[in-house]
């Protein structure tokens, strides 16, 4: 444990510290803020209790309030001189916001990392080949959290596989860090030079930067094919890198960031405050505690997420999650909730007659889609084509996921595999 005083700290005693740490950071914002001034006027929350009174921050406000003078948004609470380190987020989604660190900040979001990681297993004088090209974004101060825990930390980057898998004979790395896509197309990659990553030195998969990693069948698919322990990590921009890690139980990820952020789960469609009960389901919403350059109150991460509270043998306190999906890519077919992700899942238990990537095809703009949903599942390498198999993955997505959906098998290699992150729907 890289804090263990910290993390094990019981989670009574922590929302204490944090109720506290949430006054003060309500005051400064208010104080700093442009953005909170005029946002909360009318609102008061007297501690973390009442925090379901202030409003939801979006991050297309923060975008709205960008300017030739201020590029950083009106939520721009430090001083030029106090800041010293701007990110940018990798604009997967639309024009790239830029995210400014005071000294204290980035302290504050190695810390954080470094308690995620190391939850992952990752331990001094451990060798770990990294993946990202994280230099200008976020996921930056992830590769300072590595030094942090003292690891022996080989970057080798995204754009050669060659190159990944080199790294891997050569220097027998325990660890590898990389996103879930990436982590099952290196699997074929391997698999297709007759290369076998089963036998390589890693006995650790760290996953991060999308949603996968915590699905039961996918996750079954990389332990397997890597013959390694797979664990996830999950961070947002705008709030922090890696703030969840997961621990050795990989039952969900315990808050590497603890009483830096305080989170919070709502109902994504009405914004309601949800219980932060075990089992719950929901969009997790963060608020900063000790942030200075640029904090946010109530952010809407659109990410989609169930909750965990029993004792987790490790020691950790606090609630775990483990990611269900982006807000932003559910569907709603007929009233139910669909995630893209959640249909991979479903879709993966049928290999080895498929190869596991698939692509959700909405029939229509919009979140409400009519039945049936169009799913696309490519088939394993030399599977045919099979009505029965296709009957079957239909039927299930009905009993799993209450969704009528109309199933196309595709062949072998028909659909786009990645180095970072997977497409899971593709509007027409
Ligand atoms: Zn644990």
Redesign the pocket.
Known sequence: MFEPEVETRPWEEQLALDDESFKAQLAYALERSPLYREKLAGFSAAGLTDIGELPLTEKAELKGTVSDENPFGAHLAAAPEEIVRIYSTSGTTGTPSFIPLTAEDRESWVTGSARSYA?SGLSRGERLVSTYNAGPFVAGAALEAFDRIGVTHIPVGTGSSERLVQAIEALRPEAVVLTPSYAAHLLEWAGERGCDLRASSVARVLVAGEPGGGEEAFRARLEDGWGARVTEAMGIGDIGPSLWGE?G?R?GM?LGARGLVHAELIEPESGEALALDDGATGELVLTHLRHRAAPLIRFRTRDHVSVRLGP???G?TGP?IRCIGRTDDMLIVRGVNVFPSAVREVVSAFAPAVSGNILVRPGSPGVKQEPPLPVVVELARGADDDSALADSIRERLRSALLVQASVELVSWGSLQRSEYKSKLVERA
């Open positions: 939850a621990c139980e039952d315990h987790c043998p490790c950790r775990r």
